[in-house]
């Protein structure tokens, strides 16, 4: 069943990326409406078998190392399909940027803040829970007023098995923050905790500089599993697989 985006387009068809070093999320849209969507593990050059004549323009949020971005970039220009690239701005839709060097904000971040903004219009809290977790804080009238970047629970994993020496764990079995009786369970739950632990710390921080009023909106592949293990207090939040991708028409309207 096709979905909607809440930007109407301004062209016939456009297909959205959002591209990771790892991974590149897609979606296609005719007009208002999403008629294809997926995730593309592994190198750039799996996009071609996106790429389609009846696309009128490519939209891409990129936060992949240089070589890879170089590499998507030269399929793009070899398409011959328009591309525009979304960078971080000083101010967007309502949302005005923190940073003094507004670049240095990573694109994904930004986006994700534009579209929670212009769904709520009012204070809010972003939290993107993929690779890394990053939890930015909007005040009501659009101003950014800081955020945090910590591991996600890939990176967690990924510390703990390259830098102890006898920290040794399998995968995981259930997903839980209860404490563990074994190490993997530990590893896997204490994970868990301190990501689950790090949001809510952030919301105590988020009171002091916006107040108690402010929606929660959440993205990223591991969002849906910190909404379930925050339990009852998450039963406001907002997840949006695509809220990044939602930034993208808005963002690159502006630029």
């Known amino acids: 069943m ?14 959205e990326l959002d591209v990771g070093n790892t991974a590149i999320k897609w979606r296609r849209l005719r007009g208002a409406e999403i008629i294809a ?3 593309l593990a592994g190198g750039v ?32 220009a070899s398409s011959g399909i328009p591309y525009e690239f979304a960078v971080s701005q000083a101010s ?3 949302v005005v940027n923190s940073y003094q060097d507004v670049a240095r904000m990573g694109v994904d971040r930004w986006l994700a803040m534009v579209a929670a903004y212009r769904m709520c219009r009012s204070a809010c809290v972003v939290i993107d829970a993929g690779t890394a977790l990053t939890i ?11 955020g945090y970047i910590l591991p996600g629970a890939s990176l967690m994993l990924k510390v703990l098995a390259e830098g102890t020496g006898k920290v040794r ?25 301190g990501l689950v632990g790090a949001v809510i710390v952030a ?36 997840y949006n697989e695509d809220l990044v991708l939602d930034g993208l028409a808005p963002v690159l309207a502006k630029a």
């Not at 985006?5 to 456009?14: I, L, R």
């Not at 079995?173 to 563990?180: C, D, E, L, R, W």
């Not at 919301?203 to 909404?227: H, N, P």
């Open 2 to 15: 096709a979905k909607l985006v809440c930007e109407a387009s301004s062209v016939e068809q456009a297909l």
């Open 37 to 39: 969507y997926g995730r």
């Open 45 to 76: 050059d799996c996009l071609g078998q996106l790429l389609n004549a009846g696309d009128s323009l490519v939209r891409v949020a990129s936060v992949a190392y240089a070589e890879r971005e170089d590499q998507l970039r030269a399929i793009l």
């Open 92 to 94: 967007c839709a309502g």
């Open 136 to 146: 930015d804080i909007i005040g009501g009238d659009g101003r950014h007023r800081g």
């Open 169 to 193: 764990f399998g995968d995981e079995v259930g997903q839980s923050m209860a404490p563990g009786s074994n190490t993997g369970s530990c590893v896997h739950n204490g994970k868990w905790l």
């Open 203 to 238: 919301f105590r921080e988020a009171e002091i500089v916006v107040g108690s009023r402010y929606q929660v909106f959440i993205t990223g592949g591991d969002g849906l599993t910190l909404k379930k293990l925050a339990g009852e207090m998450a039963e406001a939040w907002q």
